[in-house]
């Protein structure tokens, strides 16, 4: 199925950080460390994530809030990966 | 040099030193110590023509922020006393500390906005509150509700007159306890300023050191390195936290970073990353404390930063820091906490008082001015903790904690008295996440404890016994990220059909694992 790239971080963060079934509740812009979405220990699980579920390689320096501080800058991050929508 | 008598002398006297020197770096904010004294003063003015008074108790309930270090020397300011509260604590802990110290004003954030109205249903004490930041919402501010810019638009910098003396209270800090309720450790000006004036001399600081701290300054450990870096007149390089370590390597390498205080979990991260691209050669000391490095770890710190010194401390809220390793010494005893730090004395004791020698295991017992003041409200608890010493009117701290002492008279950390779980540099109460964990519907039975992890030091590990229901792991978590704060969240569940018992049907959790 296709699903935007945006759609699974949101369906992973909302069910393996949240614990919710209703969804993801906040914008996509919105930062996740200003709102408490996700702590330290979260981002490394999300990049721990993202190489599994892409199949890509992120390097420690690009484990910073431009790439990783919300849902659209993940998304763009992927893409500059070459992760388009699967 | 010591020459403080109150705690906001720090930034005051520093105002007075380097009025232009940047003092504080958080984000793109970069304030000098005029600036501040500026605005704290306007703060304080602000909450003395609201009302408060001499001994009041404001709640700072803040991320690391601009804001909260104004907010923290403003309530000194205005002889008040002040809380910091971990910005991811929920209600029903925020309404009881809140209440436990009987609170005058709450200062808050934007993001928990939405938590005010439940807290003026159940906090009658606070008289009114303080939104930092932005009013970023398009609901109007509701009634003894301010702005911060309103409130310092509205007052003087003129610095109010200080009634306290050093014996006065400067400050709660919230800690989590065996019972499961966090109890609020009692600082007074003269604890602060002992133990900052002792620590600067171990480490050496000066005027030129330039601090990041990445620690909240909810946690002593954070706070205190504000207090350090302002007392000497250096720069803090304020973080919100390490959860994107390469930027904060970044930010080391561009504002020249000296000081580098972390916990466990920060330098486990540390080691594993390729530092080769960044410049760290401002580093000049790192300070490690909550719980012992790994050996291997100590290893690859020396090898990757030769000239940094790497302090390993040991230290609880009721006394600030106790012990501290010369960095000489880390090669001989890599597993030792070190000595007492300068001007205060510690020994190991046995269960009847007898104090014990090299090699002998018994609880550590801390004689000094930085032995804080007792838990607020809680008689019984701080006569546990703090009790009488040989001097009349002094008080000794017992630790709780198992040490042993070598023939040379260096510390080593056993292990602790109560089920007290360390992770990720603090500290969790079983009690008080088995206490979340009954409120939820299909809990029969809990038992949590900690268990070993590489990276948190010790991770939460709870076990439930189900009542016929189809409760989800899931479910548990959610229920506890909605209940606890951060650092409390079990990371792993497991359903059981039992626990194991004593014979008097107590949980027998040295069976569980």
Redesign the interface.
Known sequence: MNQPIEQKIKDYIA?NI????EGYPYSEETSF????I????N??EIVAYVEETFGIRVE??????AN?DSVKNLANYLRTKGVNSQ | MSHFKLVQEFLEQSAQRFPDKIALVCGDNRLTYSELENHANRLANGLRMKGIQRGDRVALFLQNSVELVIGIFAVLKCDAVFVVINATTKTDKLVYILNNCEVSALIFSSQQKRMVPELRRSCPSIRFFILAGENNSSEEIESECFTWKEILDSSTANQLPAKNIDLDLACLIYTSGSTGEPKGVMSDHSNIIFAVNSITSYIGNSEDDIVINVLPLSFDYGLYQLFMVFSFGGRLILEKGFSYPAQILSIIEKEKVTGFPGVPTIFSILVNMDLSSYNLSSLRYMTNTAAALPPAHILKIRDTFPGVRLFSMYGLTETKRTLYLPPSQLDVRPDSVGIAIPGTEVWIEDENGNRLGAGQVGELVVRGRHVMRGYWGDEELSAQRFRPGRIPGERLCYTGDLFRMDEEGYFYFVARKDDIIKSRGEKVSPKEVENILYKIEGVQEVAVIGVADALLGQAIKAFIVKNNSELTETEVLRFCRNHLEDFMIPKYIQFVDELPKTSSGKIKKTDLQ
């Open positions: 069910e949240l614990f919710t079934n460390l200003e709102n408490g996700v702590d330290s220990m981002v490394m420690d320096r690009e484990i910073v809030p990783f």
